[in-house]
């Protein structure tokens, strides 16, 4: 008995010690989760996250700054170790390989002899640059990559080739699939795993650049099941079809679902609600709850198209920086944007999205690692915790007590119980919350297991040990509390690789269950409560 009374005391004082490292001085407000876990209200994939590599050249520049360096997956360094174990430890990592240029890329292939020449930049092509190509010999260096960092990659192709484009925006004619088909074939031959082949970027709606009517588009969609049915005929796994890669676009978007029918998996749409990154106002908007609910709408809408269209179709969110044009350095690449990435994560699971690409995983100022050192950006961690402790299952969840508070759950990840992610967007108020489970509230305070009310949406384990009514918790803070930091705390220590460029180690601090919930100002907490077990989790 002394050990357990002696174990339950370090306990306690760790967690004093740190919640105190963690909120320093701050006025405190009560507030209260509330959770249905009666049924789940969205299932995501195993492996939600997801990030980018894109196709720009160093010679890429926005607003006189040029963010890209040698991040394009046709240069970047395949040797860094860095880099290898950043991707490797998320196993799997989904990555998009795909961006503005993909639509002006010629593949090399064995039928395909042409000298595959890069891209160069010129002003009065479309997107400022000539088209490029893609050797053979860098589609086999990338494919032993990702082969051994474990990613599972969805390659963008090129949905221009054999279109011309009108004076007024318009591609029109079919695609022409030949080189596309070329691609996919070689790629069978070598025996290279693709989890989706994704058609066009940016050309839905009104485009970026140029556009491609819905009906047109369908055509397509399904002339590329077509190549993919055949040439995987004999492999597994068969990739996903994905379309179109654009902005969401009600109506064009329900065209495209209805017209092509069975003949694809996944509609994929891009996010850059925070306008350009040369806005000097791009963190009064992520702190701003208003603000962040507005893009609730694009989910919801998708959504209803469809659940109405009496397909299989799933949504991704298939790119998504925030901030378009590369972003904005010490904001879209410091612990400020955390905030708004999270959010999003959370916020589209709840609308049922399958699958979250981030732009980028490397390159511009809105890479979850650095571009030129490869070191991870807060955002990594971030997207490391969520993919760690988020499980498929997401659970109705709302917050009173301050609107500053965002709050989403989900059944815990390989475990039992649920994880709860609070993000607390006040920089002058710690919160202090209990739970409350479909009516049914969790005390946290002065409560020994067996108080609790029954309920038939909560039941708690019988153990007495300490393992059974303790919680793991997650704090991340910004260094020296600088929003625009680009190193993140985690429970108050930094978040460093070593020199073996390992990832370090995400550990929780332990935190007895009568314990209120503490979210510090300008934090956010994952919080994994493995003694509450719902129906939904089940």
């Not at 969840?397 to 649920?418: E, V």
């Not at 007895?512 to 089940?538: D, K, Q």
Request: proline fraction near 4%; charged fraction near 20%.
């Amino acid at each position: 008995m002394g050990s357990l009374f002696l174990q339950k005391g370090v306990l306690v004082w760790i967690c004093l010690f740190s919640l105190r490292l963690i909120c320093g001085y701050s006025e405190v407000a009560q507030g209260s989760v509330f959770i249905d876990g009666k049924n789940a209200i969205g299932r995501i994939d195993n492996n939600f996250i997801c990030a980018t590599l894109d196709w720009w050249p160093p010679e890429k520049c926005d607003y006189g700054t040029c963010a890209w360096d040698h991040a394009s997956f046709l240069n970047l360094d395949l040797n860094n170790i860095i880099f290898l174990k950043a991707i490797k430890a998320f196993s799997p990592l989904k990555i998009r390989l795909g961006g503005t240029l993909q639509d002006k890329v010629i593949y090399q292939t064995e039928d395909h002899k042409q000298p595959c020449v890069s891209f160069v930049q010129n002003t009065s092509e479309m997107f400022g640059f000539t088209p490029g190509c893609l050797p053979l010999s860098r589609w086999d260096e990338l494919n032993a990559f990702f082969n051994k960092s474990g990613a599972s990659i969805i390659f963008g192709l090129n949905a221009l080739y054999g279109r011309s484009v009108h004076p007024d925006g318009l591609s029109v004619g079919a695609w022409d699939s030949s080189n596309a088909e070329s691609l996919i074939r070689y790629t069978v031959k070598k025996g290279y795993v693709i989890h989706g082949w994704e058609l066009g970027n940016e050309l839905c709606g009104s485009g970026v650049g140029t556009r491609v009517a819905a009906d047109q588009y369908a055509s397509d969609t399904t002339a590329l099941y077509k190549i993919v049915q055949d040439a995987y005929k004999n492999f597994e796994p068969r990739p996903l079809v994905i379309a179109p890669g654009g902005f969401f676009d009600e109506g064009w978007f329900r065209e495209l679902i209805n017209k092509t029918g069975k003949s694809f998996d996944v509609a994929t749409h891009h996010i850059y609600n925070l306008g350009p990154g040369r806005d000097e106002h791009l963190v009064d908007k992520i702190l701003d709850p208003s603000y962040l609910d507005g893009e609730a709408d694009t989910f919801s809408k998708l959504q209803n198209v469809l659940k109405t269209s009496g397909t299989s179709v799933v949504a991704w969110v298939g790119e998504a920086g925030g901030a378009y044009n590369s972003g904005r350095n010490h904001v879209t690449n410091a612990f400020v944007f955390s905030f708004w990435y999270l959010d999003q994560l959370g916020m589209s699971a709840a609308y049922d999205t399958k699958t979250y690409c981030r732009q980028t995983l490397i390159g511009g100022n809105y890479g979850l690692l650095n571009t030129t050192t490869f070191v991870p950006n807060p955002d990594y961690y971030s997207a490391l915790l969520w993919h760690r402790l988020m499980g498929r299952n997401v659970l109705s969840t709302s917050f009173s007590g301050s609107k500053k508070i965002r709050a989403y759950t989900h059944c815990a990840k390989q475990s039992q119980g649920i994880t709860l992610l609070l993000i607390n967007l006040d920089g002058n108020t710690t919160i202090r919350a209990n739970i409350a489970f479909n009516g049914t509230l969790l005390h946290h305070r002065k409560h020994r297991h067996h108080s609790h009310r029954k309920s038939s949406s909560i039941r708690l384990p019988k153990s007495r040990k300490i393992a059974s009514n303790t919680r793991q918790e997650y704090h991340l803070t910004a260094k020296d509390g600088d929003l625009q930091s680009q190193t993140m705390l985690l429970n108050g220590k930094p978040l460093t690789i070593d020199s073996f460029g390992n990832i370090p180690s995400l550990e929780p601090i332990f935190v007895n269950s009568t314990e209120p919930l503490t979210v510090a100002p300008f934090s956010i907490l994952f919080v994994h409560i493995p003694y509450v077990i719902l129906p939904a989790c089940s």
